[in-house]
């Protein structure tokens, strides 16, 4: 989560890739870096088009979107770099068809609210009583996007009554499950969001504890069934299959085992090991060049339609 954006200055895929170009239509499309600045430009063949790149967003494990900067405005490249492809391809939400104006080839423009929840998930320490302070951005999610302001908790642990300190310090761990995955839905999306912004199909599948509160052993009251039962925020994500097999075998009976007060769930019929490769099927989301893990906990059936 550190990483959920950087600075053009420390940005490795810029700087392993100092030229990236993407041709669309009558434009071409080009990223160079330039020392510790990237420009994005936009070409017409008679005019071009260009603005600073101001901050690289995601990982790039899947993909990497930049925001530019022209005339005081904040825009949405058009185009992201998708590690798949080691190329540009449209920024998912972009239309296929080319722009009408050479201008719009930059991509698009960022609402002040759309900003405030875009940078609040992806960088930390600019929000100053609900607003986004573009001047105190620090990339990537630190402890504060979580526990909130450490420096009131260092404050109260230093002159005030310690029994007291902990109103200012948030532990998401301790919340009611349901709490949970609302809370990490505020970056990855809650149900509330998904049906409010009404993202129906197989774009959905990025969302996670959407697609998990779908899943037939979800219950709001269960610890077992919330984000943080299988993930660690303060780990990197595992990406062994096998890993997550306790977490499964915490609600269901493993097949040489009996019914426990806690395992309650039957044993799964066909396997034994790796249960979320046949559980929760990896989706090819078209246009990201990625397929993400469908945290729809079912049984899968071959060739059914993706279930929404």
Known sequence: MRLAATDVADCDIL???PLITYREGPY???IQRNGATALYSATDGHTSVSAPIRWAFGLGSAGQTYILERNGILYESRVSYYKETSQLDLTIGHAREPRSSLPQELGRAISEAELTKCFSCHTSEDMIKGRLILGSVHPGVTCENCHGPGNDHAVDMEYSDRSNAGRTILNPGRLAPSDINDFCGRCHRSTRDVLAANIRDVRNVRFQPYRLENSRCYDPADARITCLACHNPHQNLLT????????CLA????????????????????GTQNCVNCHMPKVDLPGAHFAFTDHYIRIVH?????PD
């Open 15 to 17: 700087q392993t890739n």
């Open 28 to 30: 071409t499309i080009r």
């Open 240 to 247: 062994d299959a096998g890993a997550y097999d306790a977490k």
């Open 251 to 270: 609600c269901h009976m493993a097949q040489d085992g009996k019914r426990t007060a806690r395992q309650t769930a039957p044993a799964c019929k066909v």
């Open 302 to 306: 071959p060739g059914e339609p993706y």
